[in-house]
Nanobody
């Protein structure tokens, strides 16, 4: 079984920063793309940022220039550095990963979510 464990959420004032972490563990052959999604109350879950195993990234327009996604392949961990936070960034943030449990066996996993609240 594969688990994604997130950490780093919390309450911060507008303009502040937070860093989220997500570690993948369990029986894995390879972790491919990893990413962060978020879901605000009453809204659909949306992509925040995604990074491939080779380091290519893509971001939602709303976070470009403020958020940075990175990863440590040796630790199967992805990070999201969030700067200049705005109240509209308030949401539950979910980690997501494409994992090969063994060669050619592709699966997609979600973390349990971590709350980020930005006060004005």
């Amino acid at each position: 079984q594969v688990q994604l464990v997130e950490s780093g959420g919390g309450l911060v004032q507008a303009g502040g920063s937070l860093r989220l972490s997500c570690a993948a563990s369990g029986s894995m052959f390879r972790v491919n793309a990893m990413g962060w999604y978020r879901q605000a109350p009453g809204k659909q879950r949306e992509l925040v940022a995604r990074i491939t195993s080779g380091g290519s990234t893509n971001y939602a327009d709303s976070v470009k220039g403020r958020f940075t996604i990175s990863r440590d392949n040796a630790k199967n961990t992805v990070y999201l550095q969030m700067n200049t936070l705005k109240p509209e960034d308030t949401a539950v943030y979910y980690c997501n990963a494409d994992v090969e449990r063994f060669f050619g066996n592709y699966n997609n996993y979600w973390g349990q979510g971590t709350q980020v609240t930005v006060s004005s």
